[in-house]
C-alpha cells in the first residue's frame, strides 16, 4: 500500500489551492478534493452561454496577497491582472460622478461636484494607503488569542500591541474609528457629495447583511486601498480569463509543486480514528487516509456536516451554531449583443472599462437594506457591474459583451424562500433597475443568468450563500473567527484544520486564509 | 481630461515643440520653441510672457477677511497696506509648511491669495465663527507674467496707470487697453517683471494687446523650463521639488517649516494667534535644525572628474530636479533639490537643504554627480541666494 | 476666583465640589439652561462618600419592578429586581427563556463590573507611556480575566456586538428581546441590528444588580446644589471664554462682566465650549473639524402629560419586539418621527400640583426631519400619537390626560442645552467612547486651550453615570495644579 498522504484538503477553492500548494511546495504530499468538475469554489470562469465566458460568482480581484502572487509563483501559471480604471456612479438626474485612475482627471470630475471634496479626496485617500498599511501585517497573522494563558499568544498579543501603538495617535485612533464605525458616518466626516459618499461607501456593505449606516461597516473602505496589484497600491483589478484563472494558476502552482488535485470528488465525512482526522470518506464511499485533513469548507458545513456535532465539544458546537451568515448578494450575469449606453455618458468611452456603481446616494443603499432586513430582496438594489469582455475581448464572441452584475441585497432568508419565479422576478429587477440608467440594454441582453444566495449555497456549497464564510463582522473578526479560541486554523478534533475563508482573514479573493493555514500546519509538523 | 487655460486658443498654435507639461491639472507650454534657451534669455534681456492661470487664486472678502489671512499663514496681513503683496507660507499647526503663495490686499475688506495647491477647504476650516466670503476663482480668473527689463515698457504703452509708482510687490487696478485688469509686480524669475490677472473671458484680448504691444520689444512667449533656470537663479523653491507639503509627506521627516526653507523673515511671532504659532515659538527658540541654501560647484573640480573620464563636461541644458546627496567630511549632510547651469552666470547652481553646522556661507562640501555611470563627488561652495539679483527687480 | 465652572448639571457640580475640596476658590455659573432636577442614572459609590451626599439627603428612586413591558395582547411583562420573580413572569412567556435568564443576568453583570471599573477613572489610555496607565491597563485586563476565558471572550465579541444578535443568540420571546433591546437604543440614532448597541445595553446596566437593565433616578441634582462650599451664581449667562497667549483667561458674561479664573471647567457640550465660547482661532482647525464633527444626533422627544388619576403603572414601555424599533430607527435614517415609536413611560407622583404626571421619552424623533424643522403641528401630532399609543396598554391615560406638552430635539436643545436634542451631549457609540470620547483629544479633560477643562456628559463616561465625568475631570485638574505648582 502506498503511504498514505500528508495532507487532504476538502474542497479545490483558491483558499484550499492555495493551503494545498504551500503544503506541496514544503514537500508534502498532498491531495485537494472538490467535489464539482472544475476547480475555483467562487473563483471559476464558466462558459455559461456558448462562447461567453463569466466569473460567475466572484467577478474581480483585489485583496490577493502579493506574497502569495511571488512565492507561488502565479503570473507564470497564468495569471494576468488587468487594471480596472474607474468608477462610474450614473445619477437619476443623468449626470454622473467617475472616479479615475489619473489624479488630475478625478479631481476635475470630483471639483464639478464639489471643490472641498476634491481636496478632502486627496488627504482622505493618503490616510486609507497610511491604514492600509497599518492594518496589513493583520492580514497574514495567525490570530493570537488574548483569552489564552499562552506564553506565546502573549508574547504575540504584545507584538501586536506594540505594532498598533507604534502607528501613532493620527493612525490608532483612525483605526478605532474605522473598526467601529458606520461606513457613512466615516464619509460623512469627509465629503459632502452623495454619490461619492454612496459609492465609496457600498464597498463596505458588500457581502454582509448590513447597511451603509450600519457601524462597523468603515473598515471594509480600506479594502478598496489595499488591493495591491503587482505591488501598486490602490489598483482592483480583473483577472485575464476571469476569476477562474486564479484559481486555475494556484491549481498550476499546486500541481507544479506535486499537489494531485481530484474533481468530481466529494467528500461525505471526515474520518475518524480515536478522536483524531485521519482521512476522508467520499461519497461514493471511498476512503482517503492521509495524516491530516484540512477542509476549506466554512465552518458549519465542516463542521456539523462533515465532522458531526457529535464528536464536537458542546461549548464549541453552541459557539458555530452563534456564527451568522446570512448571505445578502446576488449575481446576475448578462450575455449582451453590443454593450450598455448610459444616458450620462453615451456610447462606448473608457467608462465602460472599469466599474458601474449604481449607489446615487446614502439613502438609496439604506432603502435597498431595508427591504432584505425584513426578508425581501431590494426592489431597487446596490450594483457592482463590470464588463469583462471591454476589458478582456477573449470572454465573449467578437463585437459581443458579457456583464457581470453583483446585486445587493438578496438575502438568503427571503421570506417564503427562493422558487425560479422568485428568482426571475430578482433578475428583473436588477435589470429595470439598470436599464433606467442604460436604456439600450434590455434589448441587448441575448442570455441573462441570475443568482441568488440560494443558488450559491447549492452550487459552491457555500453556507446561506455567503459569500465570505460568514459575516465579516467584528464579533466574527481576527481571533473570533469562526469561534473563540480556535482562530488558528486548528480546531477541537485533533489533525484536522480549516483553511476557507471563515477564518481570519476571511473574505475576498485573499488566499490568506490558505496561506495562514498551511504555515499553521507546517508549524505543527505535517 | 485635462484642462485649458483660457490662453489656449492663443499659445496652442505657438507651440511649435509640441512640448506640453501638466501643471494642477492644466495643460501648460514646457517650451513654444524646440529648445527654451531663446526664452530664457528673453526674461533677462527683454522679456517673456508667461501663462501662469493655473494657479489656485481665492478672493476672500468680508469684515473678518483680514483675520482670516492672519490666522492662515505666517505673515501680519491685518498690517498690510492697501495694494500691497505678500509672499508668505502656510503652516499645519504643527508649524510644516502646506503651501506658499501670495496674498494682495485689493481694498479694506478684499484680498485676493494664491497658491500652488487647492486650499479652498483649508480656508474655509480656517473661517470658523468669521464673517468671510471665500470663492474660488482659479477658474475665472487668467492669469499672466510678463518678466524681464522690457517688460514695464511694454505694459506701460497699454495702460493709463504710471506703472513708475507700482513698487516691488504692489498689486493695482489698471485699464489695459479696454480691459479692467490688476497689475502686481510680482514674479517668479526675481527680475523685473509684472502679473496680469484678468477676467478669463478676456484673457486672449488682453494676450493679444500684450503681443502687440511687446513685438517691438522682443516679448516672447515663454513655457517652464525657462521659468524653472530663472527661478532657481533668483534662489526660489517650487513646492513638490524643494519642499513636500506637509499635507502630501508621508513622514514627520519630510516636512519642513518655514525656518528650514529660508523664510525665517516671512513668520510674525508677535501675531497674537495662527496656525503653527505655537510650533514655531518652540521652534525659533532653538536654532533650526536643516537651512535652505544656495549651493555653487566647483567649476574646475567638475572639469577634473569629466576629464578623468576622458569627457569635457556635459550639463544638462534644462533644470534638474532629482534629489542629490551633498557630503562634508564623507557623510552625508543634506541634499540639493533642484539645480541647472546658469546661462547668465556662467555657474552650475543648485539649491540644497543642508543640516545646519554645515549651512553657513563659504561652506565648502561635495556634490554627487553621475559621470559616466559612475557617481562621484564634485567640490561646491554654500552661497547667498539669490544667485542673481539685479537691482531693476525693485527699482 | 482660581476655577469657574459652567453649569450646575450634576457633573459640573461634582466638579466644583471635587476641586473646592482641594483647595480652590470655585465658582459655579448658572449659564440659563435648564437643568433636569431629577438626574437619571447610577451614582459611583466613591462619589457619594466622598461628597457626603446621603447625609444631605440623597435619595435613589428604584422603580420595582424595574421595568414593565407592555404585550401586544395588553398583559404586561415585569421584570423585578428579584430574579425569581422576573423568571416567573418570564416563564409566562417562554419557559425556555426563563431557564436562560439567571446566566444571562450573570455574564452581563461581570461585562457590566468591567465597565463600572473603568467608569470610575479617566479612559485608559492605549498609546500611553505612562507606568501607571500601563499597569492599570494591565489590571482591567486581568480583572476581566478573573472571570476565565469566557469572560474575555464575552467582552470583546459582545462589546461591538448588535444587541438584536446578542439577545437573539439568548432568547426566544420577542417582548423580552425588545425590552432588553430598548436599553440598548435609547438616546442612539441607530436600531438594535447596529453594531455597538450591545456595549450600550451594558452602560445602561452598569452600576445596577443583576437582571436590572435601566438606570433609577435620583434628587442628587438637588441635593448637590444644596451642598455649601462652593459659590452658584445665577442667571450669568455665558457670552465666551476668554484665551491669552493660548492660555485660559476667564469667562465673560453676557452682561460684559469678566470674571477672571486660572482654571475654566465646562459644562457645555464640547462644540459649543471651543467653536462657540472660545475664539476658534486658538484652535488647530483640523481639530476644530474634528470637535465639529462630533456627532450628537438627537432623536427623542420628550412629552410630559398631566393626568387627572393614576395612569395605572410605574413604568411602562413600549418596545414589542426587535423588529419594531428597528422600524422605528428606519423612520429616523430618512428625518421622520417613527409611525410606531418606542415609548419609555414613568409616573411621577411628585411633581406637579396635585395631578398625576407622566414623563415619556419618545423615540425615534430625529432632531432633523427631512421635508421642514419642527412645528406645533409635528408636535400636537406627535404628542397624540403617544398618547393613543400607551392608551392601548393603559387605557386610564386616554381618558385622563389633561393636558401635555412635547419637547421635540430642538425644543431640548434649547430649553437643556443639548446639542442637537442629544441627551447624551455626544451619541455614545464605540468610536466615541472611552479614549475616544468625544474625540481622542478631549478624552482626558484638558483642552488644546490650557486651563480649559470639560466634565459634561460628552466626556468619559458620559450621561447615564451621575458625577462621574466630574469627579474625573476634577481630578485630571487638581493633578495639573500640582503639577504647576511644582514646576
Known amino acids: 500500500m502506498r503511504t498514505p498522504y500528508d495532507a487532504i484538503i476538502i474542497g479545490g477553492g483558491h483558499n484550499g489551492l492555495t493551503c494545498a500548494a504551500y503544503l506541496a511546495r514544503a514537500g508534502r504530499r498532498v491531495l485537494v478534493l472538490e467535489r464539482r468538475e472544475c476547480v475555483g469554489g467562487a473563483a471559476v470562469s464558466e462558459q455559461v452561454f456558448p462562447g461567453f465566458t463569466f466569473s460567475v460568482f466572484s467577478y474581480v480581484v483585489s485583496l490577493l496577497r502579493p506574497e502569495i502572487i511571488r512565492d507561488l ?203 483524531r482526522a485521519a482521512g476522508v470518506v467520499l461519497e461514493g464511499g471511498e476512503e482517503i487516509r492521509a495524516k491530516r485533513v484540512v477542509s476549506g469548507a466554512d465552518p458549519r458545513r465542516t463542521f456539523l ?69 425584513y426578508g425581501e430582496f431590494s426592489t431597487r ?146 | 481630461m485635462l484642462k485649458t487655460t483660457p490662453f489656449h486658443g492663443r499659445t496652442a498654435p505657438l507651440c511649435a515643440s509640441h512640448a506640453w507639461r501638466r501643471w494642477a491639472g492644466y495643460v501648460v507650454a514646457s517650451s513654444y520653441e524646440l529648445t527654451h534657451e531663446r526664452e530664457y534669455h528673453a526674461i533677462r534681456s527683454a522679456a517673456a510672457l508667461f ?69 479652498l477647504r483649508w480656508l474655509q476650516d480656517n473661517a470658523l465663527g468669521l464673517a468671510v466670503a471665500i470663492e474660488d476663482v482659479s477658474e475665472s480668473t487668467a492669469a499672466l507674467a510678463l518678466q524681464g527689463p522690457a517688460s514695464r515698457a511694454i505694459l506701460q504703452q497699454l495702460t493709463d496707470t504710471d506703472l513708475a509708482d507700482l513698487k516691488y510687490f504692489r498689486i493695482t487696478a489698471a485699464r489695459l487697453r479696454e480691459f479692467w485688469v490688476t497689475i502686481s509686480r510680482t514674479g517668479y524669475t526675481g527680475d523685473l517683471g509684472y502679473e496680469i490677472w484678468v477676467e478669463a473671458r478676456h484673457a486672449e484680448a488682453v494676450w493679444d494687446a500684450l503681443a502687440t504691444g511687446g513685438a517691438p520689444y522682443g516679448i516672447t512667449p515663454a513655457g517652464m523650463l525657462a521659468l524653472d533656470v530663472a527661478r532657481i537663479e533668483a534662489g526660489l523653491m517650487l513646492i513638490d521639488v524643494d519642499y513636500v507639503p506637509a499635507r502630501k509627506a508621508l513622514l514627520e521627516a519630510q516636512t519642513s517649516s518655514p525656518f528650514e526653507l529660508d523664510l525665517a523673515w516671512t513668520v510674525n511671532l508677535a501675531k497674537e494667534q495662527f496656525v503653527g504659532k505655537r510650533a514655531l515659538v518652540r521652534e525659533a527658540q532653538r536654532a533650526p535644525q536643516w537651512q535652505f541654501v544656495g549651493l555653487e560647484i566647483d567649476w574646475d573640480a567638475l572639469e577634473r572628474l569629466y576629464a578623468e573620464a576622458g569627457l569635457a563636461p556635459q550639463l544638462p541644458g534644462v533644470a534638474w530636479r532629482t534629489s542629490t546627496p551633498a557630503y562634508a567630511d564623507g557623510k552625508q549632510v543634506g541634499y540639493a533639490t533642484s539645480g541647472c547651469w546658469s546661462p547668465l552666470l556662467k555657474k552650475y547652481i543648485a539649491l540644497a537643504h543642508l543640516r545646519s553646522p554645515w549651512a553657513a556661507p563659504g561652506t565648502l562640501l561635495e556634490l554627487e554627480v553621475t559621470i559616466e555611470h559612475r557617481r562621484r563627488r564634485a567640490a561646491a561652495r554654500v552661497v547667498k541666494k539669490p544667485f542673481f539679483n539685479p537691482e531693476r527687480k525693485r527699482a | 476666583m482660581s476655577a469657574v465652572v459652567i453649569g ?115 479612559p485608559p489610555d492605549p498609546l500611553t507611556r505612562a507606568w501607571r496607565d500601563f499597569a492599570r491597563l494591565a489590571a482591567i485586563g486581568f480583572g476581566i480575566r478573573r472571570h476565565g476565558r469566557r469572560g474575555v471572550e464575552d467582552l470583546l465579541r459582545v462589546l461591538p456586538m448588535p444587541v438584536a444578535d446578542l439577545l437573539d443568540d439568548w432568547f426566544e420571546c420577542d417582548a423580552l428581546k425588545g425590552v432588553l433591546g430598548a436599553a440598548g437604543i435609547m438616546h442612539a440614532r441607530h436600531g438594535p441590528r447596529a453594531s455597538g448597541t450591545a456595549f450600550r445595553l451594558l452602560h445602561e446596566h452598569v452600576g445596577n444588580p443583576a437582571g436590572v437593565f435601566r438606570q433609577p433616578r435620583s434628587n442628587v441634582g438637588r441635593v448637590l446644589q444644596g451642598l455649601p462650599g462652593v459659590e452658584i451664581r445665577r442667571g450669568a449667562e ?126 425615534y424623533a430625529p432632531y432633523a426631519l427631512a421635508g421642514g424643522g419642527w412645528n406645533d403641528t409635528c408636535r400636537a401630532a406627535l404628542g397624540r400619537a403617544v398618547v393613543e399609543c400607551l392608551a392601548q396598554h393603559a387605557p386610564a391615560i386616554a381618558a385622563a390626560t389633561v393636558e401635555q406638552s412635547v419637547h421635540s430635539p430642538r425644543d431640548l436643545e434649547q430649553v437643556y442645552g443639548y446639542p442637537e436634542g442629544q441627551a447624551h451631549h455626544a451619541e455614545l457609540a464605540l468610536d466615541q467612547a472611552f479614549w475616544m470620547r468625544p474625540v481622542p483629544d478631549l478624552a482626558q479633560y484638558a483642552t488644546p486651550i490650557r486651563g480649559l477643562y470639560l466634565c459634561g456628559m460628552a466626556t468619559h463616561p458620559g450621561a447615564g453615570v451621575n458625577g462621574a465625568s466630574g469627579a474625573n475631570a476634577a481630578r485630571a485638574i487638581a493633578r495639573d495644579l500640582a503639577r504647576r505648582r511644582n514646576a
Open chain 1, 73 to 275: 509563483d502565479l503570473p507564470r501559471h497564468g495569471l494576468h491582472i488587468l487594471p480596472l480604471e474607474s468608477t462610474l456612479t450614473p445619477l437619476p438626474n443623468g449626470d454622473y460622478l467617475a472616479q479615475w485612475d489619473d489624479h488630475d482627471q478625478n479631481r476635475h470630475e470630483l471639483a464639478r461636484h464639489s471643490l472641498r471634496d476634491a481636496e478632502a479626496y486627496d488627504e482622505f485617500g493618503r490616510l486609507m494607503h497610511q491604514m492600509s498599511r497599518a492594518v496589513k501585517p493583520l492580514l497574514g497573522l495567525i490570530p493570537p488569542d488574548p483569552a489564552s494563558l499562552n506564553p506565546r499568544d502573549w508574547f504575540e498579543l504584545a507584538r501586536l500591541g506594540s505594532h498598533l501603538r507604534g502607528l501613532g495617535a493620527t493612525r490608532f485612533h483612525a483605526l478605532h474609528k474605522l473598526l467601529t464605525m458606520s461606513s457613512a458616518d466615516y464619509l460623512d466626516e469627509w465629503f459632502e457629495t452623495e454619490a461619492l459618499k454612496a459609492t465609496k461607501s457600498a464597498s463596505g456593505i458588500i457581502g454582509t447583511l448590513a447597511g451603509p449606516r450600519s457601524p462597523g461597516t468603515a473598515y471594509v473602505l480600506l479594502h478598496h486601498y489595499m488591493g495591491e496589484i503587482d505591488g501598486v497600491f490602490r489598483a482592483w483589478g480583473f483577472a485575464k480569463g476571469g476569476n477562474g484563472s486564479v484559481s486555475g494558476a494556484i491549481a498550476g502552482a499546486a500541481r507544479s509543486f506535486g499537489a494531485e488535485i481530484r474533481t468530481g470528488a466529494a467528500v461525505a465525512h471526515v474520518l475518524l480514528d480515536r478522536g
Open chain 1, 305 to 373: 456536516e462533515l465532522v458531526g456535532a457529535d464528536h464536537l465539544p458542546a461549548e464549541f458546537a453552541q459557539a458555530l451554531e452563534r456564527f451568522r451568515f446570512r448571505g445578502a448578494s446576488g449575481k446576475v450575469n448578462l450575455a449582451l449583443g453590443e454593450l450598455p449606453s448610459f444616458t450620462c455618458l453615451p456610447g462606448n468611452g473608457p467608462h465602460l472599462r472599469g466599474a458601474i456603481s449604481i449607489s446615487p446616494s446614502v439613502d438609496y443603499l439604506e432603502r435597498a437594506f431595508d427591504e432584505a432586513k
Open chain 1, 381 to 526: 438594489p446596490y450594483l457592482d457591474i463590470v464588463i469583462p469582455s471591454a476589458i478582456d475581448p477573449g470572454m465573449a464572441p467578437p463585437g459581443k459583451h458579457v456583464m457581470s452584475i453583483f446585486v445587493q441585497y438578496a438575502p438568503y432568508h427571503l421570506n417564503g424562500g427562493w422558487t425560479d419565479a422568485r428568482r426571475e422576478a430578482f433578475g428583473d429587477a436588477v435589470i429595470d433597475t439598470l436599464a433606467q440608467y442604460a436604456p439600450n440594454l434590455k434589448s441587448a441582453i441575448l442570455h441573462r443568468q441570475v443568482i441568488t444566495p440560494a443558488d450559491i449555497e447549492r452550487t459552491v456549497g457555500l453556507t446561506e450563500g455567503s459569500i465570505f464564510q460568514g459575516e465579516l463582522t467584528l464579533q466574527q473578526m481576527f481571533w473570533l473567527r469562526p469561534v473563540p479560541g480556535w482562530a488558528k486554523y486548528r480546531t477541537p478534533i485533533r489533525r484536522l484544520y480549516q483553511c476557507g475563508a471563515g477564518t481570519h482573514p476571511g473574505g475576498g479573493v485573499m488566499g490568506a486564509s490558505g496561506r495562514n493555514a498551511a504555515l499553521a500546519m507546517l508549524e505543527d509538523g505535517a
Open chain 2, 51 to 119: 501663462d501662469i492661470s493655473p494657479l489656485h487664486k481665492y478672493r476672500v472678502r468680508g469684515r473678518d477677511a483680514a483675520r482670516l489671512l492672519d490666522r492662515v499663514v505666517t505673515r501680519d496681513v491685518a498690517r498690510a497696506a492697501l495694494g500691497q503683496v505678500l509672499y508668505t507660507p502656510w503652516c499645519d499647526a504643527a508649524g510644516k509648511v502646506l503651501d506658499d503663495g501670495t496674498v494682495a490686499r485689493l481694498d479694506e475688506t478684499s484680498f485676493r491669495m494664491t497658491a500652488a495647491e487647492p486650499g
Open chain 3, 8 to 122: 450646575v448639571g450634576v457633573n459640573e457640580l461634582v466638579a466644583a465640589h471635587y476641586l473646592a475640596r482641594v483647595g480652590q476658590r470655585v465658582l459655579v455659573l448658572d449659564h440659563g439652561s435648564v437643568t433636569d432636577e431629577t438626574a437619571t442614572g447610577w451614582i459611583p459609590p466613591r462619589v457619594v462618600r466622598n461628597l457626603e451626599l446621603e447625609r444631605a439627603g440623597l435619595v435613589i428612586q428604584s422603580h420595582d419592578p424595574w421595568v414593565a413591558a407592555a404585550l401586544p395582547d395588553g398583559g404586561r411583562l415585569e421584570l423585578w429586581h428579584d430574579m425569581g420573580r422576573s423568571v416567573e413572569a418570564i416563564r409566562r412567556l417562554s419557559p425556555r427563556d426563563a431557564e436562560k435568564w439567571p446566566e444571562f443576568c450573570t455574564r452581563m453583570a461581570q461585562l457590566a463590573g468591567v465597565l463600572e471599573a473603568l467608569y470610575t477613572a479617566p
Open chain 3, 238 to 363: 455665558i457670552a465666551r471664554i476668554t484665551v491669552r497667549e493660548e492660555r485660559v483667561a476667564g469667562v465673560v458674561l453676557a452682561d460684559g462682566n469678566e470674571i477672571p479664573a486660572l482654571v475654566v471647567v465646562s459644562g457645555l457640550d464640547p462644540r459649543r465650549t471651543l467653536t462657540e465660547l472660545v475664539d476658534p482661532g486658538w484652535l488647530d482647525p483640523a481639530f476644530a473639524r474634528t470637535v465639529r464633527n462630533i456627532r450628537c444626533r438627537g432623536v427623542v422627544a420628550r412629552v410630559a402629560l398631566t393626568l387627572e388619576r393614576e395612569p395605572g403603572f410605574s413604568t411602562l414601555v413600549v418596545a414589542p419586539s426587535l423588529d419594531y424599533l428597528e422600524r422605528a430607527a428606519d423612520d429616523a435614517k430618512y428625518g421622520r418621527i417613527s409611525a410606531a415609536p418606542y415609548l419609555e413611560a414613568r409616573s411621577d407622583r411628585s411633581r406637579g400640583g396635585g395631578g398625576h404626571c407622566v414623563d415619556v421619552h419618545a423615540q
